[in-house]
């Protein structure tokens, strides 16, 4: 078993930056991708980044493209998530998943769900206009 456990939400105005924080316990050897998730209410989860633990390759969608950064310290098994330029629209609860490296195979063509075999809790994340 895999757990995790985000940290680093909260409420920030538009153009402000927040790092949220994923731990990583438990089995996690072969854990070799991580990513973020987000889900605003009433919509669909939607993948914002992954990395590929085992050699730093990262993917992100299109809309935090250039704003959000997705690293890695591996010797505290924490991923981040450095968020930038924050819009209202990036208001959502973030979630941190894990998965054997297929995920970041996938990766390469989009960030799905489907993918990802073990979640967070969520940490919220509210940007103001």
């Known amino acids: 078993q895999v757990q995790l456990v985000e940290s680093g939400g909260g409420s920030v105005q538009a153009g402000g930056s927040l790092r949220l924080s994923c731990a990583a316990s438990g089995y996690t050897y072969s854990m070799n991708c991580m990513g973020w998730f987000r889900q605003a209410p009433g919509k669909e989860r939607e993948g914002v980044a992954a990395?590929?633990?085992?050699?730093?390759?990262?993917y992100y969608a299109d809309s935090v493209k250039g704003r959000f950064t997705i690293s890695q310290d591996n010797a505290k098994n924490t991923v981040y998530l450095q968020m930038n330029s924050l819009k209202p629209e990036d208001t959502a609860l973030y979630y941190c998943a894990a998965s054997p490296v297929r995920a970041c195979w996938v990766a390469r063509s989009g960030l799905y769900r489907s993918a990802f075999d073990y979640w967070g809790q969520g940490t919220q994340v509210t940007v103001s206009s």
């Open positions: 990395i590929w633990t085992g050699g730093s390759s990262t």
